[in-house]
C-alpha cells in the first residue's frame, strides 16, 4: 500500500485495523469497476448497448445503497464522502445523489476516557485544571468529532466575561481513518482516470483533491476557530446576528472552546411560536442574512442545516430585534474568490444577453466543463430555456408552473451528466448553502418564496455589473477607434511608399482600385466611430444623462464623414 504522491502517507502496515479499513474500501470500489466495465464498455463494443441500458437505473440504486451501508458501518470519512458525493448532481446519476442524500452523519459518541486523553494531550492540563467542570456525556456527535458541555474555571471567565461553554473534541483515531480513506479515495481515482467512460465525463482526481482539502480543513479546528471570527467580525455591528466566542487560551488544533449559545433550532416551529417568534418573520431574514453574506461579504457558511442555526431571545433589546440568528459550526465556509466573481460577471452578461453559445464560452473560460466536452447539445438545451424563459421578470418567473420548471430541469440535469461538466467547490459550496437556505426557510414558512429573498440582491449585482459592463464597453470602443484613425495614416504610408517607387505601380486600373480602397478605408472610419458614440451615448443615458446625450449628438459627425467619403470625386479635366 504505497503512499500517495504529494499526500500524507498511506497507513502503516503494521496497522492492522487500517490495513483491513483500506483493502475493504479498495475491494468495494474494485468490484464495481468492474461491473462499471462489463455493462457500460464491454457490452456496448460488442453492440449489446440494450443490455447494458434496460437495468441501468436499478444498477445505480443498488451501488447507492451498498455504500451507504458501507459508510455508515466504516464511519469516518466516508459517511462525509456519501455526504459530497449527494451533492455532485453535475457528475453523478439522480439514482445515486438521491439514494446518499439522506446519510447522517450521526455515530455514537466515542468513550469519555478516550475524549479526556486526547483533549489533555492536547492542552497540556488535565481536565479538571483547564474547566471547572466537564459533562461526561456528549451534547453532539458526528463522524469527525463530538461536543461537550464544560465551564470556564474562575480565572478565564472573569477574562472572558462568560463561564458556560461548549468543547468540540475530535474523535480519538480520526487523523488515521482519515489518512487511510484519502488514500484509498487516491487509488481508486488513478482507476477511475484510466476508465474512458468515467474520464470522458470527470476528472476523479481532481474531485478527490477538493474532497480532501475540505475534509482535512473540517478536522483543524484551528482553522475553524478562524472562521469563526472572521465570521463575528462580518456582521459585528449588526443586530440581527450572534456568533459564539472563541476561548482560544483553550482551544488548539483538536480541541475547540466556544461560548455556550444554545438556544432555539431554527426549524423548532413550535419553540419559536412559543417564545412570541414569528416563524415566517425568521424565515424572511434568515434568507437576507444568508444572500447578504454571498452578495456582500463573499465569505459564506457553507452548511447552514438547522442543527448549525438558532434563534436566541433578547431580552434587553428595547427597540432593537427581540432575537438574533445564531450561527455554529464554521468547519465548511465558502468564499467567493476573484476568479469566482469574474466568472460570474461574465456568466451574468450571457445570461443577460440570453445567448446561449455565449454562456457556454463562459461557462468554459471559467474551468466548469473540461477540455473534452462537445457543447452542441447544451448549447441547444441553453436555447431552448433561454427562449421559453429569458425575458421573464422576477414577478413573471414566480407564476410559472412548477412542473414546467421540473420538466426543464430534468432535461437540462440529463444534458450535464451527459458531459464531461464539472463544478469548482466553491460554486458546489454556494450551491449547498443557498439549497440548505431554501429548505429552512420552506420549512418556517410554507408560502417562502426564494425569488422575493434573492430579488434584491440580484438586481444590485446586475446593477453593478451593469456599470463593468458600460466600462468594458468604452474600453472596447476607445480601441476600437484607435485603431480605426491610424487606418488611414497607414493606408497613406503605404500609397506614399508606391508613389515613391518602393512598389512600381503605373497601371491606371491599379490607381482606381487604391483610390477605391482609400474610400472604403475612409467609410470604415466613420462608421466605426459612430457606432462607438452612439452605442456608447445610450449606455450612458442611464448613468450621466448630459454625457450620453453629448456622444450621441457628437456621433452625427463620423456619420456624415462615412457617407461623404464613400462619394468619389469628379475628374478633373
Known amino acids: 500500500m504505497p503512499p500517495a504522491s504529494g499526500s500524507r502517507a498511506a497507513p502503516s502496515t503494521e496497522n492492522g485495523a487500517a490495513r483491513s479499513r483500506y483493502r475493504r474500501i479498495l475491494r468495494f470500489a474494485l468490484r464495481y469497476l468492474v461491473q462499471t466495465w462489463w455493462y457500460e ?53 439522480p439514482e445515486i445523489t438521491a439514494e446518499l442524500a439522506g446519510l447522517q452523519d450521526e455515530v455514537p459518541p466515542a468513550s469519555f476516557s478516550a475524549i479526556r486523553e486526547l483533549a489533555e494531550a492536547d492542552l497540556g492540563v488535565p481536565l479538571n485544571q483547564a474547566y471547572s467542570w466537564f459533562g461526561e456525556q456528549a451534547v453532539a456527535a458526528a463522524s469527525l468529532g463530538q461536543a461537550h458541555p464544560a465551564r470556564l474555571v474562575e480565572w478565564d471567565a472573569v477574562e472572558t466575561g462568560f463561564d458556560a461553554v461548549v468543547v468540540k473534541v475530535q474523535r480519538p483515531g480520526i487523523q488515521t481513518i482519515v489518512d487511510v480513506d ?60 450572534n456568533v459564539p466566542e472563541v476561548v482560544w487560551e483553550r482551544t488548539t488544533r483538536r480541541v475547540l472552546t466556544l461560548s455556550d449559545v444554545s438556544a432555539i433550532k431554527i426549524n423548532d416551529v413550535d419553540g419559536l411560536r412559543a417564545a412570541g417568534i414569528d416563524p415566517s418573520e425568521v424565515a424572511a ?37 427581540q432575537w438574533r440568528l445564531t450561527f455554529v459550526d464554521f468547519g465548511m465556509m465558502g468564499e467567493v474568490t476573484d476568479d469566482l466573481r469574474d466568472g460570474l460577471r461574465r456568466l451574468l452578461i450571457a445570461v443577460a444577453s440570453r445567448d446561449g453559445r455565449l454562456l457556454i464560452s463562459s461557462i468554459q473560460e471559467v474551468g466548469i466543463l473540461l477540455p473534452t466536452a462537445d457543447t452542441a447539445e447544451l448549447e441547444r438545451a441553453m436555447t431552448r430555456l433561454f427562449d421559453r424563459f429569458g425575458g421573464m421578470g422576477f414577478a413573471q418567473l414566480r407564476k410559472v408552473d412548477q412542473r414546467e420548471f421540473r420538466d426543464f430541469g430534468q ?49 444590485r449585482l446586475l446593477r453593478e455589473e451593469s456599470g463593468n459592463v458600460v466600462r468594458s464597453v468604452a474600453r472596447e470602443a476607445l480601441a476600437a477607434a484607435g485603431i480605426v484613425l491610424r487606418l488611414p495614416q497607414r493606408a497613406d504610408q503605404l500609397i506614399t511608399r508606391i508613389d515613391a517607387g518602393t512598389v512600381s505601380v503605373a497601371t491606371p486600373a491599379i490607381d482606381r482600385r487604391l483610390s477605391r480602397i482609400e474610400r472604403l478605408i475612409r467609410r470604415a472610419v466613420g462608421a466605426v466611430l459612430f457606432a462607438a458614440f452612439l452605442v456608447g451615448g445610450i449606455l450612458m443615458l442611464q448613468f450621466v444623462v448630459p454625457l450620453g446625450i453629448v456622444l450621441m449628438s457628437v456621433s452625427v459627425v463620423p456619420l456624415a464623414y462615412a457617407v461623404l467619403a464613400g462619394t468619389p470625386r469628379a475628374p478633373s479635366r
Open 41 to 93: 464498455v464491454f457490452l456496448v463494443r460488442i453492440g449489446l448497448e440494450r443490455v447494458a441500458e434496460r437495468g441501468r437505473s436499478a444498477r445505480m440504486t443498488r451501488v447507492a445503497q451498498r455504500f451507504h451501508v458501507l459508510a455508515v458501518e466504516l464511519g469516518g470519512l466516508m459517511i462525509k464522502v456519501g455526504q459530497f458525493l449527494s451533492s455532485r448532481l453535475d457528475v453523478l446519476p
Open 182 to 241: 484519502l488514500a484509498a479515495l487516491r487509488r481508486v481515482a488513478g482507476w477511475l482516470s484510466r476508465l474512458r467512460v468515467v474520464s470522458d465525463h470527470v476528472d476523479p482526481r481532481a474531485l478527490v483533491a477538493e474532497f480532501a482539502k475540505t475534509s482535512l480543513e473540517e478536522i483543524d479546528y484551528l482553522h475553524e476557530a478562524m472562521g469563526a471570527e472572521r465570521f463575528a467580525e462580518m456582521f459585528a455591528d449588526d443586530p440581527r446576528v
Open 285 to 321: 431574514v434568515f434568507a437576507e442574512v444568508m444572500f447578504e453574506q454571498l452578495f456582500g461579504h463573499g465569505y459564506f457558511h457553507a452548511d447552514p442545516h438547522p442543527g448549525n442555526i438558532f434563534v436566541t431571545p433578547v431580552t434587553d433589546a428595547g427597540t432593537g430585534p
Open 411 to 459: 432535461e437540462f440535469g440529463a444534458v450535464v451528466r451527459s458531459l464531461p461538466f464539472q463544478l469548482p467547490e466553491n460554486f458546489l459550496l454556494v450551491i449547498r448553502s443557498m439549497s440548505l437556505t431554501s429548505g429552512v426557510c420552506s420549512s418556517l414558512d410554507p408560502e417562502f418564496n426564494i425569488w422575493d429573498a434573492i430579488e434584491p440582491y440580484a438586481t
